[in-house]
């Protein structure tokens, strides 16, 4: 457990360097440089972008230059992200220097969300072993989600106590000091092998980067729109289901670590999608902002095993010395739906209403398990004929 903590340690920074501006940017983008609420999404959405392109160069890094070095080369990009954060607050009186700072410490916060977040998963596998590949990658996301439950608000505390360079002094501190244990610990051996062409990959992990993007979606829309509902009802607390949803997600990982390895990643992830749908449907009916909490919080739990479970399968699927650019590819399908989540359920608002947004991400977890059986009959199947 210790050598685990230790690596996703770098995976807590990174999602700290991202979790510090979050809650803050886009009002200082509207509201003190002036620019739309469009500009302000964007200068948000810039990160997942970044990520989006450079999820595979991040895995096909670690199977070549080894985790480490990515996770130090992950660090050095959060540091240049902060760094243009503080030059972005100096830069106020032009806003539209100002603005260009932000976006390039975006771009630059999501290579190192690349390239710090896969390098640690491998780093600690490499460190643990292979039989610890489920528990590694659901450390690593109660490190991110933990990250940032604790970032959103230090960083609105922070820019009342210290203006918005403040919030970029820190976010360029925490990596750095990231940078700096990475150096000191271990490497792990880089495997030796023949590299698939990233292509036959992407071929191999499809299917399941597929039921991630499915169950990502439910995550995607309680994320942009749970708000937005709670205000059309009336209700409040809107943020509490928000805490929920994130406390429910580190539950079931703390709760649930050893389920994979124990179950198989394909069981684990058909109960967790009809978990998550429930949530979502409940969130559809709810007649009381106590009601939405409690889908919001089911959806929460049942999310949090999706992607080590589908994962599990899909790495183990490449060699040994692919298993990087397996998770990359994996991971773009995460990043994917978190991008088009946003827009196609405005669409979906904008025609039938918010509550129809948790229906259509209900279909979708319905939609995945469906799959995942598909994919669970068809890998017994291979079992089967290789005895």
Avoid at 166 to 181: H, V
């Amino acid at each position: 457990m210790v050598q685990i903590l230790s690596t996703v340690l770098f995976t807590f920074l990174a999602y700290m360097t991202i979790g510090i501006p979050l809650a803050v940017l886009p009002g200082y983008v509207h509201l003190d440089l002036g620019y739309s609420s469009f500009i302000a999404g964007l200068s948000i959405s810039v990160q997942y972008l970044s990520t989006l392109i450079t999820r595979a160069q991040a895995g096909r890094m670690v199977d070549t230059v080894g985790p480490k070095k990515t996770v130090m080369r992950g660090m050095l990009a959060c540091v240049a992200s902060g760094a243009f954060l503080v030059l972005a607050a100096w830069s106020a009186e032009l806003p539209w220097l100002s603005l260009s700072m932000i976006l390039v410490s975006r771009f630059c916060l999501g290579i190192g969300e690349s390239l710090a977040g896969t390098g640690s998963i491998i780093w600690g596998i490499g460190r643990i072993g292979a039989a610890h590949t489920a528990r590694m990658i659901s450390w690593n996301g109660i490190a991110t989600y933990g990250a940032l439950a604790i970032g959103a608000p230090l960083g609105v505390a922070l820019l009342h106590v210290g203006g918005f360079a403040a919030i970029g002094f820190l976010a360029l501190a925490l990596p750095l000091i990231g940078y700096a244990i990475a150096r000191r610990r271990p490497a792990v051996p880089v495997v030796r092998g023949e590299r698939l062409a990233f292509r036959l990959v992407l071929n191999r992990v499809l299917p399941y980067g597929i039921g991630l993007a499915l169950g990502t979606v439910g995550f995607g829309a309680i994320a942009t729109f749970i708000t937005l509902y709670y205000a059309s009802h009336q209700w409040s607390n809107a943020a509490f289901s928000l805490t929920l949803f994130g406390g429910c997600f580190i539950g079931s990982r703390l709760l649930f670590a050893n389920a994979i390895n124990r179950f198989g990643g394909f069981k684990v992830a058909i109960a967790s999608f009809i978990v998550e749908a429930s949530g979502l449907i409940i969130l559809w009916l709810a007649g009381s902002a106590e009601v939405a909490m409690a889908g919001a919080a089911l959806a929460g739990f049942g999310f949090a095993l999706v992607f080590p479970s589908l994962g599990v399968e899909a790495v183990g699927l490449v060699p040994a010395p692919n298993r990087s650019a397996a998770l990359g590819a994996y991971s773009v399908f995460l990043d994917l739906a978190l991008g088009i989540t946003g827009p196609l359920a405005g669409l979906i608002v904008g025609q039938f209403g918010y509550e129809e947004v948790f229906l259509f991400a209900a279909v979708g977890a319905l939609c995945a398990v469906v799959l995942t059986l598909s994919l669970f009959r068809r890998a017994q199947l291979a079992v089967e004929t290789t005895r």
